[in-house]
């Protein structure tokens, strides 16, 4: 049977050994029974296609059958040659695999065949809702291809956020019918203690000249999120009405805890904190207390010394000094930019939205497996891990697993933990590398399977 195209929009191409769960995928995508699914090996015989569409985006889904992995079908050379031409058209190809089965050598032979194409390849890694799935997805990092989403064909889970990926690499004038995604809105939340001047300074960001003021309600009845456009970016401010409340509780000892839940709350939803700090009060524990939850939750975090137009004309060792103390009390922040501005007069304020813009940019990067892997080669090259025990430890290739914040995973030959300074050098060095200011780095370390 020859392979029929639907001609609505690009073509997207299932490809992968037999088994893996291609025309169950197929299946669940086109809403068809077209594909016969049966567990023997090859049974997909035929290259076939069918009109499929995902929000809006309407395009023509093939499924390549059994055109990898042996098959003893007198037709298959005809087979292979309509695979072979369905994937020289595509715009997408989805890698199949099975992560319940790991990464085989026949899935390294189709990653061969698939680097040299033109299309954009996103890797479907299939059955992962079986336990025996746990933790093998990440093998297949080491293909190089990029995203690898985890699904289940079966059930449907993570499938939309595989279409998702799909439609986004379509290329841009074969996005029939699709609208241009809106730019993501940076959610910020603006936390510190009682009287460091948090509503002044929301009240001087808001009046910043570039920005569109609406008051937009928040998720609860008493929070109501202000949204700022700055250049082409959109910034939520986040729980405007706690931050205005002025004096919110009287007694002091409450004081302290208030501020951390209230901060706590904001910083949930939020994917930057600018941690507002009283220059002339310094940083305290509460401020400390605050900043570790910014660094518990992932969220990005700017620490912004405000009043600084109480401290000028002090001298450079006066800043100096200033920042090392800062930078003592809010010690696991190190990685967080320290801006000093004024709410009150305004200096440095447009500053602080650049910050901003900048830590929501890095957080949300993806670095590409080909640049983490000479990352690799080069640190190790000069620090390689201690080897505690009998057998000298190696890092095997690296891979991103995640973006806000950036998660990475390590892949030993034998180590499942690094000591927690070599862990930190390693943070450090991505940071530096890879320009992740502002951002936390979580970073875990695996033993490669055999
Ligand atoms: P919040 O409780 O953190 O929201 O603090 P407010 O914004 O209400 O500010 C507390 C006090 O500090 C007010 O009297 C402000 O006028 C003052 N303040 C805020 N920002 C600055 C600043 O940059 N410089 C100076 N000198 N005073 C400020």
Partial sequence: MAQKRSGTGPTVVLVGRPNVGKSTLFNRITGSRRAIVTPVAGTTRDTIAQPAEWQGTPFSLVDTGGMFGASGDPLHELVIEHGRRAIASADVVVFVVDGREGLVSADEEIAAALRGVKASVVMAVNKTDDRRARGRALEFYRLGFEPVIEMAAEHGDGVGDLLDEIV???????????????????AIAIVGRPNVGKSSLLNRLLRAERSIVSDLPGTTRDTVDAILKWHKRTFRILDTAGIRRPGRVARSGQVESISVIVARRAIEKADVAV??????????????????????????????????DLMKERGADFVKEFDGKLRRQLKFLDYAPLLHLSAL?????????????????????????????RFVQAVTAVHPPASPGRREVRILYA?????????????????????????RFLVNRLRESFGLAGTPIRLHVRRREK
């Fill in 168 to 186: 986004h690499r379509f290329p841009t004038g074969r996005r029939d019918g699709h609208q241009s995604a809106p730019e993501p809105e940076t």
């Fill in 345 to 373: 007069t305004g200096e440095r304020t447009p500053r602080l939205l650049e910050t901003i813009d900048k830590v929501a940019e890095a957080r949300n990067r993806r670095i590409p497996t080909s640049e983490l892997n």
């Fill in 399 to 423: 891979a991103q697993t995640a973006v806000a914040p950036p998660t990475f995973v390590f892949f030993t030959n034998v180590a499942t933990s690094f000591h927690f300074s070599y862990e």
């Fill in 275 to 308: 941690l507002v700090i009283d220059s002339v009060e310094g940083a305290t524990d509460q401020d400390a207390a605050i900043a570790g939850e910014a660094d518990k939750t992932g969220c990005g975090v700017i620490i912004a010394a405000n009043k600084w």
